[in-house]
């Protein structure tokens, strides 16, 4: 069973539509994130929920919303989308109380905008 | 804000030889942890350091963290052709929230078989 899975895996779209990926982990930790990773490999952190909570939103564009249903699942959508989106978006997740809180990350999900 | 960085950006190696990356903190940080990313994957947890000068091996790898906690490195002894792969280290900046994790840039690492 893959702990961390995401959907779709690759997602090729044309600039200005609006578009999904679903993120959900069956580890029952209660923290979920959104990574995003260019092209030169820098990976950054966008969003974080603790328990369908959102704890942290690093100054991404209001385009980007993401929603948490329960705790195991985590989406990210996507309007108006530019060419500077294009990236491999990860999802991640983690538990504090009783881990060391490392991240268990998604396959990715790579976006082109055309 | 907090920055971590993290050098050489690139590494190439004969097999058998060692490799270093070395990650600084701009902030003393409560922990790190290093991943590594192989190419086209997903980062994949190695290990985390917490205690001031701190050294734990796993197997050919040898992570260490330093004395002001501003500081940490990952040795290879031995490379081999399986070790490729992007390194990235991530810390937590001490008194800040735990859920975010700042991310060095990584260092890619080729072996030459």
């Known amino acids: 069973d893959t702990a961390v899975s995401q959907t779709p895996k690759y997602l090729v779209t044309q600039m200005g539509n609006d578009k999904s990926i679903k993120c959900e982990q069956n580890?029952?930790?209660?923290?979920m994130y959104w990574y995003k990773q260019d092209s030169k490999k820098f990976l950054k952190i966008m969003f974080s929920?603790?328990?369908?909570?959102?704890?942290i939103n690093e100054t991404v564009p209001n385009r980007f919303s993401p929603k948490s249903p329960d705790k195991a699942h985590l989406n990210l959508h996507i309007n108006s989308l530019e060419l500077g989106d294009s990236a491999v978006y990860f999802c991640?997740?983690?538990?504090?109380?009783?881990?060391?809180?490392?991240?268990?990350f998604g396959e990715g999900s790579r976006l082109t905008v055309l | 804000g907090q920055q971590v960085m993290q050098i050489p950006q690139y590494q190439h190696v004969q097999e058998g030889e060692d490799f270093t990356t070395y990650c600084n903190s701009s902030t003393t940080l409560s922990n790190i942890q290093w991943y590594k990313q192989r190419p086209g994957g997903h980062p994949v947890f190695l290990i985390q350091l917490v205690k001031s000068g701190e050294v734990k091996k796993q197997k050919r790898l040898t992570f260490q963290f330093g004395e002001a906690k501003k500081n940490s490195s990952l040795h290879i002894t031995a490379t081999q052709t399986t070790d490729v792969g992007t390194y990235f280290c991530?810390?937590?900046?001490?008194?800040?929230?735990?859920?975010?994790?700042?991310f060095g840039k990584g260092t890619l690492l080729t072996v030459n078989p």
């Open positions: 929920y603790n328990n369908k909570e959102l704890i």
């Open positions: 991530a810390g937590t900046p001490s008194g800040g929230s735990n859920y975010k994790l700042t």
């Open positions: 580890l029952g930790h209660d923290t």
């Open positions: 991640a997740s983690s538990q504090f109380d009783s881990g060391s809180g490392e991240l268990f």
